[in-house]
């Protein structure tokens, strides 16, 4: 039996009581009403012509106990889930949800307590909630939700097809829907439609990892209208991609839809996985095993505001069918608002050297609106064959003016990249873009490329570079300035003299004030960044002497940069070159040696409050403390605290510094100090 909630009191039997209960016993009824009484509550209308009270939210939540298939509630609407076999089923709480009328009840479906089990749909059109169709794939839905409700599953219960059948698992069409811990639920086509009522629903944990059959292909479907759905928190694993454009998650106009514009998507913490089962990669009807799809993948559609952040897309592998991309965005018609951020791109594989056969696509022949991010990702195909994969992030925009400055309002920063055959990053008919503070691993194919072509480079050579502008169309093609000499002074600074380019037919030169990103590489990638340098403008000679932020992490190796050029007016952006070419470096000599300072102080009346760490107990006893002065005189008894600061005066890093005192008695180890950096920690004592 189920445990029902009313107005927070609980009733072990599976349904709420009606209030017909209470007015057939008299008795009970009379001591209700005192106790309202006597808590100062009110029965009725409030104080005033036509006002009344708000009433309390009722919670009701219904426990599914049985793994019957599309059995129905006996009466929607009683308030009571239960079937005629005296079953609370999933599509009997369902629908009981949906026939609940009262806008201040909530309703929760939950697993009963000990019950587990799995739904066996078989492809019946009778156990149906609706045969109307989910999308413009979907015949129908196994559960159709149009009222909002929290459905727990608790991975517990899930729901897989008998058949490769037509219908969804999920329809929602309710606003605000949460669905939790889903396991395993799918159907023949897709496992949750969000249709153009389900604004602000959400999937929050689970997974769906197809390992009895191939009839899954989609994890969800995101119409028109269905603004502001989240997913997160899910994996996906080896789903059958049946056409071109569909992925794990597709956001796609369907044919009963008249819009085509969705709002404030957000995807987090998802990890889409196409791993194979087992040796044989084809897709096996009957166990999944070399099943792959795309992952992400937007088609006839504006997608205003897309989050896709701190997610994982792994293994996507060579498939005889279309090309597998793990975030597909270019069959849009419209993007704004994009932020990829801060996920983990591995082991990627569509077998294609073409440059719209990229790891991210973004709109093709289409331009952004609004800010657009690809930011603070990993690309990494080190371990995959040379040649498996052409570009991370590619766009053949919609400007193809020569020249342009246009904006593109994309930003492409701090990713890194490794193990991409063509270009990590291809852009053509893009406009301005930014491409900033990204770093490329020594796989990356360009390090075998001569010095030059990471400058010159492009498609049209058949050369492989890091970022790629292919026409003057994207970034007017800017040249790059380059460092000619690099020198390290007396007083520890790393130097360098940058020559700004000529003049070139097919090149544009960058607008000043330039910014010059500084990196280091062993060969000729560009594995770290050092940091930038704004404002740079030629002198007489068409050249200039800068400082380098920091000190690359070794002396073997080269330097190379990047140029950021200055936005040609007020609406355009920063422009992005090309690398440049690569530079040995000087040696740095004693300027890497290690320099710290250590001061140590003393104090009373300090309290360190409810700080742990030791740099954060070490502050707080420096700002509530009272410093001791040289020769003060303390008590016996008194709690003293000493505190050891340590600052970094040189030029590198410090790491696993050891603080001990005069007793050589360990006092912390500060795990890293960085240049000009100063940390601490601090020890109590007691006057003898």
Not at 283 to 293: F, I, L, V
Not at 435 to 449: E, K, L, P, Q
Request: proline share 5%; charged share 20%; glycine share 10%.
């Amino acid at each position: 039996m189920g445990e029902t909630v009313v107005e927070g009191v609980k009733y072990r039997s599976g349904k709420p009581k009606p209030l017909g209960v209470l007015a057939a016993h008299p008795r009970r009824l009379v001591w209700a009403l005192a106790l309202l009484a006597a808590l100062g509550m009110a029965l009725g209308a409030g104080p005033g012509a036509g006002g009344s009270k708000a009433q309390a939210a009722q919670v009701v939540t219904y426990y599914v106990n049985t793994t019957e298939a599309g059995t129905k509630d006996a009466t929607p609407g009683d308030g009571l889930c239960r079937t005629a076999n005296k079953t609370c089923s999933l599509r009997a709480a369902i629908e009981e949800s949906n026939a609940t009328q009262d806008a201040n009840t909530e309703v929760i479906i939950e697993v009963e307590p000990g019950f587990a089990g799995t739904i066996h749909m078989p492809d019946d059109n009778k156990l149906l909630m609706t045969k109307e169709r989910a999308t413009g794939v979907d015949t129908g839905a196994y559960f159709y939700v149009t009222r909002t409700v929290t459905i727990n599953l608790d991975g517990r219960l899930s729901v897989v097809p008998d058949s490769n059948d037509g219908p969804c698992a999920f329809w929602i069409e309710a606003q605000n829907v949460k669905l939790r811990n889903f396991n395993n639920v799918y159907s023949g086509e897709t496992a949750i439609v969000f249709g153009p009522g389900s604004a602000g629903s959400s999937l929050d944990g689970g997974a769906l990892i197809q390992t009895n059959d191939w009839r899954g292909e989609r994890l969800a479907f995101i119409r028109p209208g269905a603004n502001n759905v989240s997913i997160s928190n899910f994996k996906v694993s080896r789903l059958y991609d049946a056409a071109d454009r569909f992925g794990a998650i597709v956001i796609r106009k369907s044919t009963q839809d008249s819009e085509n514009v969705v709002s404030g998507l957000r995807f987090s913490n998802l990890i889409i996985d196409n791993a194979p089962a087992a040796a044989n990669p084809d897709c096996s009807s009957s166990d999944g095993s070399g099943c792959s799809s795309s992952g992400i993948v937007v088609s006839k559609m504006q997608v205003k505001g897309l989050v896709i952040e701190g997610s994982e897309f792994r293994n996507f592998p060579l498939h005889s069918r279309d090309p597998r991309r793990a975030i597909d965005l270019a069959k849009a018609e419209e993007c704004s608002a994009i932020d990829i951020r801060n996920n983990i791109f591995t082991n990627i594989l569509t077998g294609s050297s073409a440059r719209d056969d990229a790891t991210v696509l973004l709109p093709e022949g289409k331009l952004l609106t609004g800010n657009n991010y690809v930011r603070g990702n990993t690309f990494d195909n080190s371990g995959a064959a040379a040649g498996s994969q052409a570009v991370a992030v590619g766009w053949q925009g919609g400007d193809s003016s020569s020249d342009s400055t246009e904006a593109s309002h994309l930003y492409i920063e701090d990713n890194d990249f490794n193990g991409y055959a063509r270009a990590s990053v291809a852009l053509v008919d893009t406009g301005a873009v930014t491409v900033r503070r990204n770093t490329f691993g020594t796989a990356t194919a360009s390090a075998a490329v001569t010095e030059n072509e990471e400058t010159w480079g492009g498609w049209d050579k058949d050369r492989t570079v890091m970022v790629l502008n292919e026409k003057k169309t994207a970034n007017r093609r800017i040249l790059t300035w380059y460092p000619v000499a690099a020198s390290v002074t007396p007083d520890c600074e790393f130097q360098v003299e940058l020559a700004k380019p000529a003049a070139s037919k097919d090149y544009g030169l960058p607008y000043e004030p330039v910014t010059i990103d500084f990196y280091y590489t062993v060969k000729q990638t560009a594995e770290v960044y050092l940091g930038s340098v704004s404002d740079v403008t030629a002198g007489a000679n068409g050249r200039r002497i800068v400082t380098v932020p920091d000190f690359p992490p070794a002396d073997i190796g080269n330097i190379r940069v990047q140029t950021q050029g200055a936005p040609a007016s007020a609406a355009s952006q920063i422009e992005s070159s090309q690398y440049s070419r690569t530079l040995a470096l000087p040696s740095f000599g004693t300027c890497r040696d290690p320099k710290m300072t250590l001061e140590l102080r003393a104090w009373h009346s300090a309290d360190p409050g409810a700080a742990t760490d030791q740099n954060s107990i070490h502050d707080s006893v420096v700002d509530t403390g009272t410093q001791i002065a040289a020769g003060g005189s303390l008590a016996s008894g008194q709690e003293i605290w000493f505190t050891y600061t340590v600052r970094n005066a040189g030029r590198v890093p410090l790491a696993d510094v050891h603080v001990t005192d005069d007793l050589n008695q360990e006092v912390c180890v500060i795990e890293l100090i960085p240049k000009g950096g100063s940390a601490g920690c601090a020890k109590p004592y007691s006057v003898p």
